[in-house]
């Protein structure tokens, strides 16, 4: 028989656990009918001044903004019955261009459960999904989560902790973006850096394209390009800088990988590693990070170097650990590996050959 009072307390966390999946839909929503944005443009106003800025069913945004009220996503008068986001909320919830804007994480969280049958699948024969193979929120989905933190950081942090890169950027350098999605990093790379070059490479033809639109609306496209390659494959050599962000963990062969980046980079060249921050061991990730990364890489990153590799993919794992990514870089020839910075969310390597 169990415990009553650690029933009780396992339900309690199981209730939390379960209003925050269901809140996570009504984000998702919000955020693609722009409920949110209308918020933020309106200020304290009523369910009908809402549904009408956002051009929506009266009924149903009632019904949002009293979920969003719950869950404290806003804040609702009862003397006046007006909803309204405070500032931490609207530079959360509204503004993409904030450094605090999160809401592109539940697009991603969207995305594993519209693949759960597909990826139930895979458990039990041990085939891969590929990043190719997967709902499109979890494309846009990645864009707008990562580009905050790429905003915040990219330049104002990562670069400068890497020996003598900055000055090579601003005075005029090849750089390559591998993995590099719809090109949020290459984008702010070559507008951070307009003396440099940037190339961005990536296997998802689709995600390219999207690149090639984001560069040109940013004014950049005429110094950051994008082509459809592989981090195995991707063409060019004597790169000053690669830049790897969230995404060698999920390649079947990680050290195939960085072998070729090796030959790529110019031998006083530079690999920036962004990879999620994990401790070396289990034990040490049982906490809120990772829980976050563990749960998205049974989804995506585990299935995606089990569709590269078959059974002989790497499988790092979103929360590979230092040690682990230090014996793929020794293994692919690299002769330096440091850890040059770190956020809650991220360790940043500086690999040298």
């Known amino acids: 028989m169990s415990d009553q009072l650690t029933v009780e307390e396992f339900t309690g966390k199981f209730a939390t656990d379960l209003a925050a999946v269901l809140h996570g839909a009504t984000v998702v929503v919000g955020d693609k009918l722009g409920l949110y944005r209308a918020m933020a443009d ?9 549904a009408t800025a956002a051009g929506c069913d009266e009924r149903y945004v009632q019904e949002w903004l009293n979920a969003q009220a719950a869950s404290e996503y806003c804040h609702y008068d009862p003397a006046t019955g007006r909803y309204h986001l405070d500032a931490t909320q609207r530079a959360c919830l509204a503004d993409e261009a904030d450094p605090a804007f999160l809401t592109g994480g539940m697009s991603v969280a969207s995305s594993i459960h519209k693949d759960e049958e597909k990826v139930g699948a895979a458990f039990r024969t041990g085939a891969g999904v590929g990043w190719h193979e997967h709902h499109d929120d979890l494309f846009t989905g990645t864009e707008r989560f990562f580009r905050p933190g ?14 003598g890169v900055e000055a090579k950027l601003q005075a005029g350098a090849r750089i390559a973006d591998v ?17 440099s070059t940037v190339a961005g490479f990536d296997y998802h033809k689709p995600s390219i394209d999207v690149a090639r639109k984001r560069a040109a609306d940013a004014g950049v496209a005429d110094r950051v390009t994008f082509d459809a390659a592989s981090a195995a494959d991707f063409p060019g050599e004597g790169y000053d800088l690669v830049c790897i962000f969230d995404a060698l963990h999920d390649m079947g062969d990680p050290v195939g990988a960085l072998r070729h980046i090796r030959s790529a980079l110019d031998e006083d060249g530079t690999l920036l590693l962004v990879e999620p921050n994990a401790a070396d061991r289990v034990e040490d990730n049982i906490h809120l990070v990772g829980r976050i990364f563990y749960s998205a890489s049974t989804f995506i990153c585990t299935p995606g170097s089990r569709d ?10 979103a929360q590979a650990g230092e040690a682990r990514l230090r014996d793929v870089a020794k293994a692919a020839g690299f002769t330096r590996f440091r850890r040059a910075t770190e956020t809650p969310f991220n360790l940043v390597f500086e690999l040298r050959p």
């Open 150 to 163: 790429y905003v915040a950081n990219l330049t104002t942090s990562w670069i400068p902790a890497l020996e």
């Open 308 to 317: 590269q590799g078959g059974a002989d993919a790497a499988c790092l794992g």
């Open 179 to 195: 993995g590099c999605g719809h090109g949020a990093s290459s984008v702010l790379l070559g507008g951070a850096y307009p003396a």
């Open 42 to 50: 309106l200020g304290p106003a009523t369910p009908a001044e809402v």
